[in-house]
């Protein structure tokens, strides 16, 4: 079983940078596809799936985003430390959401930033960005 853990959420203000990291134990993650995903409350309340913003392949280290993200946010690993990064630049009030660290055991990454499917989601942990 695979223990997913998300840090690094906050307040900031538009325009501001956030770092959330994704640590995850009990398994090595070379095996694995690693994603970000985020769902904001109105999303939440209107019961729509959570959306996929980034992925990364973590043997060959490509990466995949989500058009409203490209250009601002930036998907990393270290895999030494079996940690995953999310750096977070320019940061919009339509930015905030709770943001999800999702695996995918022998998976692979659509396009637009997004697992084919999910075995593994960290609890999530709030970004919230003030105008």
């Known amino acids: 079983q695979v223990q997913v853990v998300e840090s690094g959420g906050g307040l900031v203000q538009a325009g501001e940078s956030l770092k959330l990291s994704c640590t995850a134990s009990?398994?090595?993650?070379?095996?694995?596809?690693v994603a970000w995903y985020r769902q904001n409350p109105e999303q939440e309340r209107e019961g729509k799936e959570r959306?996929?913003?980034?992925?990364?392949?973590?043997?060959?280290?490509?990466?995949y985003y989500r058009d409203s993200v490209k250009g601002r946010f930036t998907i990393s690993r270290d895999v030494d430390k079996n940690t995953l990064y999310l750096q977070m630049d320019n940061l919009k009030p339509e930015d905030t959401s709770t943001y999800y660290c999702?695996?995918?055991?022998?998976?692979?990454?659509?396009?637009?930033?997004?697992?084919?499917?999910?075995?593994?989601w960290g609890k999530g942990i709030l970004v919230t960005i003030s105008s």
């Open positions: 009990g398994e090595s993650l070379d095996d694995y596809a």
């Open positions: 999702a695996l995918e055991r022998r998976g692979y990454c659509t396009g637009s930033g997004s697992l084919y499917g999910v075995d593994y």
């Open positions: 959306e996929g913003i980034s992925c990364l392949t973590w043997g060959s280290g490509n990466t």
